[in-house]
Each structure stands twice: as C-alpha cells, then as structure tokens.
DNA sequence: CTTATAACGTTTCATTTGAAACGATAAAAC
DNA sequence: GTTTTATCGTTTCAAATGAAACGTTATAAG
C-alpha cells in the first residue's frame, strides 16, 4: 500500500529542504559577521535596489508581510543603519533609506552575499544555472496560478 | 552602489519564494480536504512508506525536530489515526503505525499528493524534470557541506 | 464641507517555533 | 551489581510569527 509515495522524491518536501539548508547556512553568516537576521538583510537589499522607499514597497518587494518588516526596519532603525523620515506629501508614508553607516555596512554584507552564491552555484555550469533559473521560473508561475493572488506568503508552513 | 546584487536573481531569496509558494498551496489542500498540518501529513508520509517506525526514526528521516514531531503524533494519535504503542523490548521507544482510519486517509490523501504534484511538474518536460532533480542534488550536496551536520532545519529561518 | 472609504505602519494577541530541561529507560563503564 | 553515560519522547519557556484590530492620514463619495 506505499502508493508509490516517496517523501524524498516529493518535490515540495525536497524544496522544503532545500530551501532551508540555503537559509540557514546563509543566514548564519549574516548573523555571525553582521548581526543580521534574514529580515533585517532582506530590507537593506532591497534598499540597496532603490532609494528611498516606503515600507510598503519593501513589503512588496520582499514577500515579507508588513508586520515582520515593521519589525525588522524598526531594528534597522535603532542600529543606527536606516534613516527613517516622514514623506512630505503623505504623512501615512516613510521614507526609507540608509544611513551612512548604513550604506557602509551593506557595501560589506552584499559583496559576501554574492560571493557566497557564487560559491554555491560553483557546482554547477553556466548551462546548468540557466537551466535552474528557467526550471524554477516555469514552477513558480505554474504555483501562482494555483494561489489567490491575495493570500501572503507565510514561513513555516511547516 | 547597487552592487550588482538582484534579490529577484538572488538564489537564496528565489528559493524561499518558491518553496513558500509550493508548501502554502499544498497546505491549503491538505487542510481544506483533510485537516492536516504539514507536520502531521509528513508524519502520515513516512509510515506510509515503512511501518512501525518510533519517533526518532521519522525525525531522522523528516528534517523535522523532535518536539514539531511530538506533537504532529499526539494530534495524529489523538484524532485516532495513528496507534502508538511501547516497544516490548524497548520501553522507551513508541511503536507508531497507522490505524485503520489512518490507513484509510492516507489511502486517499497520498494519491491527491501524487496527483497535485504531477500537475505541478506537468509544465516541465521529462527531461527538465530530470535535469531539475539533478541540479537540487547538486546544490543540496554543496551546501550541506557548509552545515555543521549537528545543526537542525529550522524553519522560519526568515 | 462632511462623511465614508481606503491605505499605511504599528501593535496586540493567540499560536507556533525549537532549544533546552526533564523524567524515564537502556547501555556502557567500572 | 553499581554507577555513569546515552537515548527517547515530552514539556517548558522565551522568542518569533502573522492575522486582525488599531490610530492616523489621505482619498472618494455624497
């Protein structure tokens, strides 16, 4: 009766599992050298994209949902790495962007950050890593069809 | 300054996404259709591929940390899927095997499982799904190597 | 103008999380 | 045989999570 269910050939599971061990070693890295958490870099990368920007940009941006951003530029804030003012023409809106010490921290976390994917993708040809980006491209916009456009993306559906 | 750093082009970052997106549709059905958790129809998954199994076998061959699986078999024993029984010869290890409602679900969830994910990789041809379970064993290899082998997944590495 | 509706970001609160402590059992060392 | 050490599964506890409620500001409708 295995119904010829294999948990390790189950794509979702294997993703799942994938996923997370990328995170994770990555995030340790941020921890370890910056004092970041995966929120807290995903916010100044996106900042590091385009300056300044809203907190609901981020969110946007980011697949985060507005809580865990709040939270994670208000860190930002208090560290000293963000500067957050008010928008001039909407008061309901921030303006977002880094500081100088900021935009000193990132111009150190993003070379290793790209230097560490490198480092991952290494194992594969410059074939193969086109190949990954088109695979997860195709699955990704075959998913979405599925999930109403509304619903955000939670962690640990786990 | 940008840095040539992309979160759309950032490995790390597009995974995530991805597996988010995967696991919440899936979630969704199991849930809708079963009221299961991830958790509980991992646990479903694994003795649906080998029974008995103790809880520490299904840890070790989930990804999951003791305690999520604790609980996934306490809510899966209590809603009279699963019989958990001690092991004659070893007291501290529990014997956990599907009942006969267990069976019966798992008879009909695996198959909508199946079926959900080949709808899922129908957008691939044989060989991209060749080709993508083969750059996720790479990857997976290369970056398992950078993880102390003690450290759990966790989720929400987020 | 006034009222109703919508958007932004924060906060609240119930839930989930996983590391660590725990009790119980088994195996190993002495 | 006694003591030490290790293993199994549960529970505890502090932290993280995210849906919903909230206050505030802007926009739309009346």
Redesign the interface.
């Known amino acids: 009766?295995?119904?010829?269910?294999?948990?390790n050939?189950?794509?979702?599971?294997?993703?799942?599992?994938?996923?997370?061990?990328?995170?994770?070693?990555?995030?340790t890295r941020y921890q370890e050298r910056f004092g970041l958490s995966?929120?807290e870099w995903?916010v100044l990368?996106?900042l590091?994209?385009e300056q300044p920007l809203s907190s609901n940009d981020i969110v946007e941006?980011?697949?985060?949902d507005k809580a865990k951003v709040s939270r994670a530029v208000n860190r930002l804030v208090a560290a000293g790495l963000l500067d957050r003012q008010p928008h001039p023409r909407d008061q309901r809106l921030l303006r977002l962007s880094f500081s100088a010490r900021g935009?000193d921290l990132?111009?150190q976390v993003?070379?290793e950050?790209?230097a560490w994917?490198a480092q991952?993708?290494?194992?594969?040809t410059d074939t193969?890593r086109a190949?990954?980006?088109a695979?997860?491209e195709?699955?990704?916009?075959?998913?979405?069809e599925?999930?109403p456009e509304s619903?955000p993306?939670?962690?640990?559906?786990?």
Do not use: C
Not at 9 to 27: D, G, M
Not at 61 to 64: E, I, P, V, Y
Not at 120 to 124: F, G, P, Q
Not at 138 to 144: C, D, N, S, T
């Open positions: 009766m295995s119904l010829d269910l294999q948990l050939r189950f794509l979702p599971y294997r993703l799942n599992i994938l996923s997370k061990k990328v995170s994770l070693a990555l995030a995966i929120p995903r990368a996106t590091g994209q941006r980011t697949a985060m935009r990132y111009a993003a070379p950050a790209l994917e991952l993708l290494s194992v594969l193969e190949q990954l980006w695979l997860m195709k699955l990704e916009q075959r998913v979405a599925e999930i619903v993306l939670s962690d640990s559906l786990d």
